[in-house]
């Protein structure tokens, strides 16, 4: 089994994630390898939180440009993590 170190990366912080927290609705990156049952222990494990459920998603890379430079934004899996109600994380 492996450390939730190496499952959860980094919280998604946008306007969108902000909101969903008033609703005990997480949002983090996660190693594109792991899979649902992995995801919910490592939360559980960090934070000391019951999860209710996981909702997982593949993101695709973007084209960016800088100046006459042309590049690709880094693919990444990304967890939403609903928690059981009573619970909730301080980021």
Do not use: C, W
Not at 10 to 35: I, Q
Not at 76 to 89: E, R
């Amino acid at each position: 089994m492996r450390h939730y170190s190496d499952i959860i990366i980094a919280p998604v912080v946008t306007e969108k994630t902000m909101t969903l927290r008033n609703e005990n609705v997480y949002t983090f990156k996660v190693a594109k390898d792991a899979s649902k049952d992995e995801i919910k222990n490592a939360v559980e494990n960090a934070f000391n939180v019951k999860v209710a459920s996981v909702n997982t998603l593949n993101t695709k890379s973007k084209k960016r440009r800088v100046g006459k430079y042309q590049g690709r934004t880094k693919t990444y899996k990304k967890a939403i993590v609903t928690l059981k109600d009573g619970s909730s994380i301080d980021l």
